[in-house]
């Protein structure tokens, strides 16, 4: 394990590690051999999926979060078997093999069938790296135009090319570089998805929106992956580094052999509150937990390297505040989520007129709520998500010592 960053405390992390980890025995015993997605904020309920889309690895890392927690063999088990379901995946044409594929194995240190499956996806991978677009392209496993670059193509990618040995590290370098060319601004704003004409080149799509701050969290995650991984870093640090501040990290410090540190000469983007709205451009609009939770673990990477401390304070903030204001049945604080629910519950009836429903269920423990899955169609506006629960269980492992946030 690594060493943690100074001023972390066990205290009311180890708490919400112990809820989200209990939640998970909760959701196993519902779900059985699907896969979780979103959950009912008001009753816990899951919506399922059977073959897990782009979001299944992230139940099977939870699975194995557990089991390096607890050290349960039939825990280990149960995340053995989930990832086992995940094997149709490592073939499917999409660049979400990253996020499947990688946190669904990364944690799963000495797994007879984790480990040849997360080789078999690594090279599947580089063999659809398309080295004239210089990337792996979005892909056709869920319908539309394959030939697109997304900022939720890069995370997970990125590690999981760079395992497959040295060509695997050369395309990983160059689909991070060819995202970030891409998707962030030099002022740090986003454009988060390109379609590319054989004809005329990439051009911007207005969905996902410049505004999405999942986007910006997985681009932030990407970076810190590519920066933090086994072998080193996987492109020029300076750059990774510049690009991790206009995309909201704290700027790094100097340090004792850098008399003259790099800088990114252009500002940062403005301070973003610690859980963001889940577009930038309606403020008011639905939070997104997850892309905190994203955050986050990213900033915990960051934070591993030298002139980083400021990355581990505000990693450390934003998982208090998701732990104590959005997460049930910690009682760490007033804000709690389940209390935040009932409050939004009460200012809806007031404005209808409508009185508030007496004796309404009570959201299990362990639920972190106010993830917004999709702002624009409004799908899952204030649930709980499994890739919340994920990143926020890795961060919360990560404060507290059981895991190196570099591992996943």
């Given at each position: 394990m690594?060493?943690?960053p100074?001023?972390?405390?066990?205290?009311w992390?180890?708490?919400?590690?112990?809820?989200v980890?209990g939640?998970?025995?909760?959701?196993?015993a519902?779900?059985?051999?699907?896969?979780?997605?979103?959950?009912?904020?008001?009753?816990?309920?899951?919506?399922?999926?059977r073959?897990?889309?782009?979001?299944g690895?992230?139940?099977a890392g939870?699975?194995?979060?557990?089991a390096?927690?607890?050290?349960d063999?039939?825990h280990r088990?149960a995340?053995?078997?989930?990832t086992a379901?995940?094997?149709?995946?490592?073939d499917a044409?999409?660049?979400?093999?990253?996020l499947?594929?990688?946190?669904g194995t990364?944690?799963?240190?000495?797994s007879?069938?984790s480990?040849?499956?997360r080789?078999?996806?690594?090279?599947?991978c580089?063999t659809?790296?398309?080295?004239?677009?210089?990337?792996?392209?979005w892909g056709?496993?869920?319908?539309?135009?394959?030939?697109?670059?997304?900022a939720?193509?890069?995370?997970?990618?990125?590690?999981?090319?760079?395992?497959?040995g040295?060509?695997?590290r050369?395309?990983?370098?160059?689909?991070?570089?060819?995202?970030l060319?891409l998707?962030?601004?030099?002022?740090g704003?986003?454009?988060?998805?390109w379609?590319?004409?054989?004809?005329?080149?990439w051009?911007?799509?207005?969905?996902p929106?410049?505004?999405?701050?999942?986007?910006?969290?997985?681009?932030?995650?990407?970076?810190a992956?590519?920066?933090?991984?086994?072998g080193?870093?996987?492109?020029?640090?300076?750059?990774?580094?510049?690009?991790?501040t206009?995309?909201?990290?704290?700027?790094?410090?100097?340090?004792?052999?850098?008399a003259?540190?790099?800088?990114?000469?252009h500002?940062?983007?403005p301070?973003?509150?610690?859980v963001?709205?889940a577009?930038e451009?309606?403020?008011?609009?639905?939070?997104?937990?997850s892309a905190?939770a994203i955050?986050?673990?990213?900033?915990?990477k960051?934070?591993?390297?030298?002139?980083?401390?400021?990355?581990?304070?505000?990693?450390?903030?934003?998982?208090?505040?998701?732990?104590t204001a959005?997460?049930?049945?910690?009682?760490?604080?007033?804000?709690?989520a389940?209390?935040?629910?009932s409050e939004?519950?009460?200012e809806?009836?007031?404005?209808?007129?409508?009185?508030p429903?007496?004796?309404?269920?009570v959201p299990?423990?362990?639920?972190?709520?106010?993830?917004?899955?999709d702002a624009?169609t409004?799908t899952?506006?204030q649930?709980?998500?499994i890739?919340?629960?994920?990143?926020?269980?890795?961060?919360?492992?990560?404060?507290?010592?059981?895991?190196d946030?570099?591992?996943?």
């Amino acid at each position: 394990m690594g060493e943690r960053p100074s001023g972390m405390a066990d205290g009311w992390a180890g708490g919400a590690l112990e809820a989200v980890l209990g939640r998970v025995a909760v959701t196993l015993a519902e779900v059985g051999p699907r896969f979780p997605l979103s959950a009912d904020p008001g009753t816990g309920t899951w919506t399922t999926t059977r073959r897990g889309s782009w979001t299944g690895g992230f139940w099977a890392g939870l699975l194995w979060l557990r089991a390096r927690y607890t050290g349960d063999p039939a825990h280990r088990t149960a995340a053995e078997a989930c990832t086992a379901r995940l094997a149709d995946w490592a073939d499917a044409d999409t660049a979400t093999r990253g996020l499947i594929l990688w946190y669904g194995t990364a944690l799963a240190t000495g797994s007879a069938p984790s480990d040849p499956l997360r080789a078999r996806a690594a090279h599947a991978c580089l063999t659809a790296f398309d080295p004239e677009l210089g990337l792996v392209p979005w892909g056709s496993a869920f319908g539309g135009p394959r030939l697109l670059a997304r900022a939720d193509g890069a995370p997970g990618l990125v590690p999981l090319l760079a395992s497959a040995g040295p060509r695997g590290r050369e395309a990983a370098a160059a689909h991070l570089h060819r995202h970030l060319e891409l998707c962030v601004g030099n002022d740090g704003r986003l454009a988060p998805a390109w379609r590319h004409d054989p004809a005329t080149g990439w051009h911007p799509l207005a969905e996902p929106a410049p505004g999405w701050s999942r986007g910006r969290a997985w681009l932030l995650l990407a970076v810190a992956d590519a920066l933090t991984g086994p072998g080193g870093a996987v492109a020029c640090p300076d750059h990774l580094r510049a690009t991790a501040t206009r995309l909201g990290a704290p700027e790094p410090e100097p340090t004792a052999d850098e008399a003259h540190p790099a800088r990114t000469p252009h500002s940062p983007p403005p301070a973003t509150p610690l859980v963001p709205p889940a577009d930038e451009s309606h403020p008011d609009g639905p939070l997104d937990t997850s892309a905190a939770a994203i955050t986050a673990v990213a900033l915990l990477k960051l934070a591993t390297q030298p002139g980083q401390e400021a990355c581990a304070r505000r990693a450390e903030a934003v998982l208090h505040r998701l732990a104590t204001a959005h997460l049930t049945g910690t009682g760490t604080a007033s804000g709690t989520a389940s209390e935040a629910a009932s409050e939004a519950a009460s200012e809806t009836a007031s404005e209808t007129g409508e009185a508030p429903t007496i004796g309404a269920p009570v959201p299990p423990p362990g639920m972190l709520l106010h993830g917004c899955h999709d702002a624009a169609t409004g799908t899952a506006v204030q649930h709980e998500l499994i890739w919340g629960d994920f990143f926020l269980a890795l961060g919360l492992a990560a404060l507290t010592g059981v895991v190196d946030p570099r591992e996943a």
